[in-house]
């Protein structure tokens, strides 16, 4: 369990969405304590990648990795724009904060690439999980709505 006795330095803009342990990543949660007070989050493996990986489709951008080329050629069966336009407009502040935290991963990628290494606060790394936590938890009714049998699997895999 991971103890945190300071506030997530997270925007109060974001919508409160509640943990539901029916919402299966695959992947498991964990039990994280935030000012004193013991939470759950789902463990979401690859969404921030594919989160980023898709924004930058959107955006036009080339791959970035192989990853990143793989898929994009799932995105339009995933229903991904479909399904984070909805995200986008019914979660604005989630959404506003997934797009920071992902243009704030890929500053740090690049910065892997010359060799210089910023180590990222234990704080910032649990924030980061909370928010993606709470997206999936966001995302699950919303694919559902779109199909009934959407594979979660999708988002985390």
Not at 94 to 109: D, S
């Amino acid at each position: 369990m991971v103890n945190m006795s300071e506030q997530l330095p997270s925007s109060p803009d974001i919508e409160d969405i509640p943990f539901n342990t029916a919402n299966e990543t695959g992947f498991g949660a964990e039990a994280i304590v935030i000012n004193g007070e013991k939470q759950e989050i789902h463990h979401t493996n690859n969404l921030k990648m594919k989160f980023g990986s898709y924004i930058d489709y959107k955006e036009g951008k080339d791959p970035a990795t192989l990853f990143d080329e793989v898929y994009r050629d799932s995105f339009p069966q995933w229903r991904f724009e479909e399904i984070f336009d909805e995200l986008a407009a019914s979660y604005p502040g989630l959404y506003q904060k997934m797009l920071e935290i992902t243009a704030k991963r890929f500053e740090e990628r690049k910065a892997l690439g010359t060799g210089e290494v910023k180590s990222i606060a234990e704080e910032e790394i649990i924030e980061r999980k909370v928010v993606f936590s709470k997206a999936f938890d966001a995302l699950v009714p919303i694919a559902r709505r779109i199909d009934p049998n959407y594979d979660l699997g999708n988002f985390c895999r």
